[in-house]
T-cell receptor
Framework: AQSVAQPEDQVNVAEGNPLTVKCTYSVSGNPYLFWYVQYPNRGLQFLLKYITGDNLVKGSYGFEAEFNKSQTSFHLKKPSALVSDSALYFCAVRDGGSGNTGKLIFGQGTTLQVKP | DTAVSQTPKYLVTQMGNDKSIKCEQNLGHDTMYWYKQDSKKFLKIMFSYNNKELIINETVPNRFSPKSPDKAHLNLHINSLELGDSAVYFC????????????FGQGTRLTVV
């Protein structure tokens, strides 16, 4: 069964410092991996995805993520955090195998708090 | 020029009532979804439609009935509302291509009292 784990409920970082939000996954086939951000009372906004190719994926708002197949991880990173990055972040996976039905399996979410 | 739009944004209703949430996408996508976000922020798929055909039904009570009149619309009708149905419901759409990201609406916050 597919699953996604975000081991940290909350990540606190000072503005200007690098940030990492962790995600590990479990799928039967090749994974399609996604990061979304949710601001309060808003919908989910797509940040970036890994399908194939370069393990370092760049996305919106200066975010990037590193795919690590051996560790089954897809951690979200940003070199310099902004207060405006404070939000709820979701990692999601879609099984890229023949049984792909298109649905996303989400992690439980990580609240990022960036302090001035 | 909203890509995925849902109405209403807020819905407060009494137990036992029947209510509908509407969703429309103008992205030309073939696949649409309903997700539920509970009070702990967990997100879970409810339904998926592809070209008006039901693809996914994730053991949702049959009080929930999605309807897709065309591939740009996916509505959610809920009968006999219960307190436990209180949640935020998100509509989403994507291309029918492996690896395509989903685009989400702003959500409908349903409160059953």
């Amino acid at each position: 069964a597919q699953s996604v784990a975000q081991p940290e409920d909350q990540v606190n970082v000072a503005e200007g410092n690098p940030l990492t939000v962790k995600c590990t996954y479990s799928v039967s086939g090749n994974p399609y991996l996604f990061w979304y951000v949710q601001y309060p009372n808003r919908g989910l906004q797509f940040l970036l995805k890994y399908i194939t190719g370069d393990n370092l994926v760049k996305g919106s708002y200066g975010f990037e993520a590193e795919f690590n197949k051996s560790q089954t991880s897809f951690h979200l990173k940003k070199p310099s955090a902004l207060v405006s990055d404070s939000a709820l972040y979701f990692c999601a996976v879609r099984d890229g195998g023949s049984g792909n039905t298109g649905k996303l399996i989400f992690g439980q979410g990580t609240t990022l708090q960036v302090k001035p | 020029d909203t890509a995925v739009s849902q109405t209403p944004k807020y819905l407060v209703t009494q137990m036992g009532n029947d209510k509908s949430i509407k969703c429309e996408q103008n992205l030309g996508h073939d696949t649409m979804y309903w997700y539920k976000q509970d009070s702990k922020k967990f997100l879970k798929i409810m339904f998926s439609y592809n070209n008006k055909e039901l693809i996914i039904n994730e053991t949702v009570p049959n009080r929930f009935s999605p309807k897709s009149p065309d591939k740009a619309h996916l509505n959610l009708h809920i009968n006999s509302l219960e307190l436990g149905d209180s949640a935020v419901y998100f509509c989403a759409s994507s291309q029918e291509v492996r690896g395509a990201e989903a685009f989400f609406g702003q959500g409908t916050r349903l409160t059953v009292v």
